[in-house]
């Protein structure tokens, strides 16, 4: 079929976000059947308000600078798109004569996509939609990981080791620090904090996933426990760690807002823990909370991860050429122990609004660290390992005992 | 003079603060004067309960892969020394007959080594105390910088640059962002947010430096200015910025605390400004605070910060076996168009408890952004010029009208 074709970038960026996009535009250019190469600025509202950019007149220069920078190049939106938007949506895309259209995004827009699928069906207008998934939340079913995933998780193992390593520096001055991670009800990202670690004392030393509850007592044993074997004590919490009964640390000392799709916002259970464990323990916590720095920071993109950004947006074009539409490319890890990653297409119906939490054989039973399984699924995501930090190791000094006493 | 050496990490770690621990150490190895090189454990506590180890017995690996290992490898402490402390550290520095002390801080830690200075020569006890400058607050006097600074800075810089790109990819749904950043109360950390922008419409748009105070109306008015030019705004404030009456917009809103020193514990400056301006604009601003991670962030450290770390070390060794005592190693930029950097010796008494704010000419005179010559100041300190970043060049599809009006 002929004809234009459109892509688009939804919800949060992410650090590799464009490769997906220079993916999808380097592919189009392979096939005489796509003639105009159309971007729509904003996402769909893009499409809604008729923002298009013509992306054939990109350099390829500037393509190549888009594979190192991070962010939404055309720009992102939240904007829950209403049933009246399907129809003014197929009427734009008929008006341009678009017949491949192609979002890059999470759960939310897998749905949106499929959507315009059935709208067009219902209108009789032929268009091939196709999605290329895209979150560092890890949470969309049916793939192995998605893209943005790896380069957030390689952020975040090196912010806590980072800060981790600080805390142990400051000893008795400061030996309690909890780092506050993204991830609404999954916790694939604070969990990636586990990849920081190399030796037993490193930090981090605990892990709270939304997937497990925990009581305050309980934490505070944690934190305990962990304190006197270490001398210091460093944890991950998702920002949607709740407690034994359900209800989110996060929601019980702040105020909270919801989005345009009705998800809570939520940020405040590192300062909620931080309060609750300073009435419980004879010491003052630190709290970090990189925001969105965990998406969008470039210098510490995963290499592994740009690249299969890259190859899902070629896919996605080379899939709707071939006369695939209504999917979704997912990622399909080969069996054996070198890490090989496979494309596959899975119906968007079954991804869309859809969520993956992590399984129970990725966290151990107490609910406050992950398992080697986990290690072993995320380490390959996160390209090269960390670079290696080194600790003296200290040989005392023999004491003079006369002043010690004194 | 014969005897044994001792050093000393204090306060805030950095990325690069070990690099200074190296260079004594490398340098007191050439030196025959130089019997035992020993570590406190934790700064001038590591004296008063005499946990000093052995650095003569560290493996020469272990050095190097600290010069890429930030946090204090000692570990670090905040506590204040009392009268009382004095006469135990002579004693005991007596008894481990150590008569070089270094001491790698800030001007707390400046105030120390002068002090202990004081008593030695009080007691009739020959000690050669140096002080070796470190502080990413970059607010010690009589030195063109401070090693940690360039390292805090090039973080910062990435951080705000990779966080406004993404606010920017928002647009219309969230198209305003602050980034809260450390520095008591000189603004030489926020101010090299600046060096994030290299085209007028890159992030940062405004810097807000504790060394001006602004009205919140003025404050509302830079916002939307900058809002109607770019469609976005991106704001690098300090954590002691203060309004117009001198009051810390960081303690408007939250509770804070003091620590050891006597100093505010600041933090609530984004939190506060996000509430305000929310009142005052139809916007949500978003904000973060990358707290720890600006002073310990190893990944990117600058590489010329790095080196100057290790010579600052290494030339407080040398200052010392030249018969120096009582002095602080500053950094000296020589004239001219390439950045060169030479050592001086200066008094710590001339250090000690003060405090060098940011001068008139590097603050423009709206007082929010730097000027060109902060920009030439600041700029060789980071290092390497981050990764460019692209955008695309966004040529636009033609409109069908047809559909537009609908």
Redesign the interface.
Known sequence: MKGNLVVG?SGG?T?VINNSLVGVIHEAMQHKDVD?I??M??GIVGVLE??????R???EE?LQ??R????????????KVTDEDYD?LI??LQ??DIRYFFYIGGNDSMDTTHKIHLAAQKKGYELVAIGVPKTIDNDLVKTDHCPGYGSAARFVA??IR??G??????????PL?LMEIMGRNAGWLTASAALAKQQPKDPPHLIYLPERGRSLEQIVEDVEETYEKYGTCVIAVSEGFRDDEGREFGTLGDSF?TD?FGHKRKGGVASTLTSALQQHLDM?P????????Q??????ASPVDREEAYNVGRTAVRAALEGKMDQMVALVRQPGSEYEIDTALVDLDEVANKERLMPDEFINEEGNWVTQAFLDYARPLIGPP????????????P??A???S?
């Open positions: 970038q960026p650090a105009g159309y971007g600025l904003h008729e923002n298009f950019v013509d992306l007149q990109e350099s500037t600078g888009l190192h920078t991070p962010a939404s190049a055309l720009g992102t939106v939240r904007y003014r009427e734009v008006a341009y090196s912010a980072n800060s390593w600080d805390t142990e520096a400051m000893g008795d001055s400061g620090k807002e345009a003052l630190r709290f970090d909370k990189p925001g969105y720095l998406r969008s920071f470039g210098e510490l960390l670079p290696p930090y080194t600790r003296l190791e200290k040989h005392p000094v004491e003079r006369k002043v010690k004194s």
